[in-house]
């Protein structure tokens, strides 16, 4: 199976964020329609059906309850959002190029479309109109180095796991190699250097007995003589 593309986190993470956005926005429509219902009085009932057994202060009761319920998720909605929009910022000013500051902003906090993207990019250039094309693909490849560094920005500042552990490995790895290359630079003396002289000295001389053995061999002879 081939592996994910290096943008790849950095881009669900954006995805995550536009769709909590975009959470809010219906939130916010449902709560808009909810407070229309609650305004407005019932109209008169041309079915003929009976109506329920509740009265009108029962359901307005209810659905008073379900606005101040849904006023709640929206309020934690939002402070989730403003949370993940810091986390996203700080990532955003760590790029050093401000095109690629503005294409992310554009793109993903303010959902701007590409051409109106690039229109905050390049509009201001003469030849804009004649070449809004040529200034589309800029934009296009703007929008892709922001990517690549952000992924690389969101890798230091927020490593995985898996990453982390990877990393702390190498770390450990360049120790050892550090270790191990101060240790042969402190050469211990090679294991045959010297050798004849431990065998030397492992062998005593005993004087005594040299000097009898020759002092016998000198009288052998005299008495010979």
Same mark, same amino acid.
């Given at each position: 199976?081939?592996?994910?593309?290096?943008?790849?986190?950095?881009?669900?993470?954006?995805?995550?964020?536009?769709?909590? %956005?975009?959470?809010?926005?219906?939130?916010?429509? &449902? $709560? =808009?329609?909810?407070?229309?219902?609650?305004?407005?009085?019932?109209? !008169?009932?041309?079915?003929?059906?009976?109506?329920?057994?509740?009265?009108?202060?029962?359901?307005? /009761?209810?659905?008073?309850?379900?606005?101040?319920? %849904?006023?709640?998720?929206?309020?934690?909605?939002?402070?989730?959002?403003?949370?993940?929009?810091?986390?996203?910022?700080? %990532?955003? *000013?760590?790029?050093?190029? !401000?095109?690629?500051?503005?294409?992310?902003?554009?793109?993903?906090?303010?959902?701007? =479309?590409?051409?109106?993207?690039?229109?905050? %990019?390049?509009?201001?250039?003469?030849?804009?109109?004649?070449?809004? #094309?040529?200034?589309?693909?800029?934009?296009?490849?703007?929008?892709?180095?922001?990517?690549?560094?952000?992924?690389?920005? $969101?890798?230091?500042?927020?490593?995985?796991?898996?990453?982390?552990?990877?990393?702390?490995?190498? &770390?450990? #790895? &360049?120790?050892? #190699?550090? /270790?191990?290359?101060?240790?042969? /630079?402190?050469?211990?003396?090679? !294991?045959?250097? /010297?050798?004849?002289?431990?065998?030397?000295?492992?062998?005593? *001389?005993?004087?005594?007995?040299?000097?009898?053995?020759?002092?016998?061999?000198?009288?052998?002879?005299?008495?010979?003589?």
């Amino acid at each position: 199976m081939s592996e994910k593309p290096i943008t790849q986190r950095i881009k669900d993470r954006l995805a995550a964020y536009t769709a909590m %956005l975009r959470d809010i926005d219906n939130q916010l429509e &449902r $709560l =808009d329609r909810m407070e229309m219902t609650m305004a407005s009085p019932p109209g !008169p009932d041309l079915t003929g059906m009976p109506r329920g057994s509740g009265t009108p202060s029962d359901r307005t /009761g209810m659905m008073v309850e379900r606005k101040m319920e %849904l006023e709640e998720q929206i309020d934690r909605l939002k402070a989730e959002e403003k949370q993940e929009r810091n986390a996203i910022e700080g %990532l955003i *000013l760590q790029l050093s190029d !401000p095109d690629e500051r503005a294409v992310i902003r554009l793109r993903y906090f303010d959902r701007a =479309d590409w051409e109106s993207t690039c229109g905050v %990019l390049f509009g201001d250039r003469r030849d804009y109109v004649d070449r809004v #094309d040529a200034y589309q693909n800029r934009t296009y490849k703007i929008h892709g180095r922001a990517l690549l560094n952000l992924a690389a920005v $969101l890798d230091e500042l927020e490593p995985l796991p898996a990453q982390q552990a990877q990393d702390q490995r190498a &770390r450990a #790895d &360049r120790r050892h #190699d550090a /270790g191990a290359a101060r240790h042969h /630079g402190r050469q211990a003396p090679h !294991p045959q250097a /010297g050798a004849g002289s431990e065998r030397s000295a492992s062998l005593p *001389l005993n004087s005594s007995t040299s000097d009898r053995a020759a002092a016998r061999r000198r009288s052998s002879t005299s008495s010979t003589s």
